[in-house]
Nanobody, 120 residues
Framework: QVQLVESGGGLVQSGGSLRLSCAAS???????LAWYRQAPGKQRELVAF???????NYADSVKGRFTISRDNAKNSVYLEMNSLKPEDTAVYYC???????????????WGQGTQVTVSS
């Protein structure tokens, strides 16, 4: 069973930037990797994912502002977040899963998440 540890969250002003990191305990190179977020009172939503081949996919709400990347040698995935807005406030989680035809399929392994708070 893989363990995922997210880090890099914090409090930032609107328009600011943060870089989230996620380290996995097991191999990630053959898997797709993703970032999700969950705001208070809302369902967890997919923010971005990257396939094993490096193809990226983003939710419309973050397209052009967030960048997902991976480092297979470090079993890690990253989320660079720019031009942050108050509506980006949430707990952010990474996930190791699979992807097929542009769709991400999450596996039921979740870390503790990292809190991102954007003040207006």
């Amino acid at each position: 069973q893989v363990q995922l540890v997210e880090s890099g969250g914090g409090l930032v002003q609107s328009g600011g930037s943060l870089r989230l990191s996620c380290a996995a305990s097991g191999i990630v190179s053959i898997y797709a990797l993703a970032w999700y977020r969950q705001a208070p009172g809302k369902q967890r939503e997919l923010v971005a994912f990257i396939t094993s081949g490096g193809t990226t996919n983003y939710a419309d709400s973050v397209k052009g502002r967030f960048t997902i990347s991976r480092d297979n040698a470090k079993n890690s995935v990253y989320l660079e977040m720019n031009s942050l807005k108050p509506e980006d406030t949430a707990v952010y989680y990474c996930n190791r899963g699979t992807s097929y035809s542009g769709t991400y399929y999450a596996r039921d392994y979740w870390g503790q998440g990292t809190q991102v708070t954007v003040s207006s």
